[in-house]
Nanobody
Framework: QVQLLESGGGLVQPGGSLRLSCAAS????????MGWYRQAPGKERELVAR???????IYADSVKGRFTISGDSAKKTVYLQMNSLKPEDTAVYYC?????????WGQGTQVTVSS
């Protein structure tokens, strides 16, 4: 059974930083993309950032220059360093792994940016 476990969410003041981690376990093979999505209340889930197995990255325009994604497909881990956080970054953040012709999601971790 494949499981993705996120950690690192929490409450932070505007301008602060958080680092999200996602560790995958189970019979995972041929990872090609690892990434993060987020969903704010009343909004659709949206891509935050993703990284290909070759290291290529894509970021949402709203987080460019503030967030950095990194990952290790061999260790089945992906990270999201979030700096200069804004209240509009408040959301549940989900890890996603595309592998072996399918994809798996984590359960989500809450990030709240508020003073």
């Amino acid at each position: 059974q494949v499981q993705l476990l996120e950690s690192g969410g929490g409450l932070v003041q505007p301008g602060g930083s958080l680092r999200l981690s996602c560790a995958a376990s189970g019979s995972i093979y041929s990872i090609n993309v690892m990434g993060w999505y987020r969903q704010a209340p009343g909004k659709e889930r949206e891509l935050v950032a993703r990284i290909g197995v070759g290291g290529s990255t894509i970021y949402a325009d709203s987080v460019k220059g503030r967030f950095t994604i990194s990952g290790d497909s061999a260790k089945k881990t992906v990270y999201l360093q979030m700096n200069s956080l804004k209240p509009e970054d408040t959301a549940v953040y989900y890890c996603i792994l595309r592998w072996g012709g399918t994809q798996s999601w984590g359960q989500g971790t809450q990030v709240t940016v508020s003073s």
